[in-house]
């Protein structure tokens, strides 16, 4: 397809990314992901289960080959991610007797002594060669009072751990800009915990350096007003704003499946990626990066989340084709 570089049509505004796999690094899959994208998002790699299965035994199987493939084809790479709740293996939350980690000041140092063992060994591996990480994930819970995630780096640690973890990342690659990543960040709860949080690290001299949205979305959610302000608020805070996990469901319920995508939800989602996509362009002195959560719709998350069922989120479709979301970023009119 004689179509235009998406990358080349963003450059003005900012780097356009893609979350990828192995299989994303073959054949006609690879053509396109070059030809498309300056920025490629590791989509399971990197994360804690897939690089350290048990304590001190670091692999990177997976990662290195999709690394090595940005290097090769001068494309940059985000780091996803060093601190989550999911996809950590149960040994990190053990204690010395192999028990489930209760709050005591031995758990906490152990706890965080892995933390930092951790973000040495795989940011190390990879130091100078990331312009992005996100340090930590996901650390919002609007259903808690304090607004945040009582998960159990917070139990055993209380937030110790994100400043922890974006300390000891710096030390290790000075050079790459360090994110605190979350969804839902649109949802004035959630906007405005995150706001206070990152406001009072970095008055406390922790170097985070960027806010990720991560912008899971669907057909009608979120407005672009709304993307609009919490863009404005977190640029208040002096970081980089990065949009790292974009795409655009084609349901707007839990319970609803097609077995063919409707033409109408298509044209809708693409009017949805236009919005916001607009957004992010008059925002582009804030925003640095945008990815999408996935090269093209044969290969999303969203296939299995929150059900078993077929979605279509992303630019391209399951023959790598352009789909309507596409042509509305790019404003133009399809090519045959
Ligand atoms: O690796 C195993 C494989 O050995 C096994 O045969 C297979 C059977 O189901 O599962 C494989 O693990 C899956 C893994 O993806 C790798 O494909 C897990 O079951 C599956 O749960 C996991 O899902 C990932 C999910 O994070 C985990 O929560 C998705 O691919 C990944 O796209 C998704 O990404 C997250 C971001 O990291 C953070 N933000 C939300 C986003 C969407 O959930």
Redesign the pocket.
Known sequence: QDIPSLKDVLAPDFTVGA?V?RPQLLGVHADLLKKHFGSITP??AL?W??TEPTEGAFTFTDADPIVDFATANGIKVRG??LV?H??TPAWVFRDADGNTMTPTPANKALLLSRLENHIRAVMGRYQGRMYAW?VV??VLDESQSDGLRHSMWYQITGTDYIADAFRTAHAVDPGAELCL?D?NTTVPARRQTLYTLVGTLKAQGVPIDCVGH?M?GNLQWPSASDTAATIEQFAQLGVDQQI??MDVSVYTDNTSSYTTIPDAALTQQAAEYKALFDVYRSHRADISAVTL??LADDD???D??PVNRLDAPLLFDRQLQAKAAYWSIVGQSPTS
């Open positions: 979350a796999g989509g399971n994360k289960d897939a996803h991610t989550w999911d996809q996100d994930n996901e990543n969804y991560q899971h790292t996990e959560w996935g999303s998350w969203l299995s989340f």
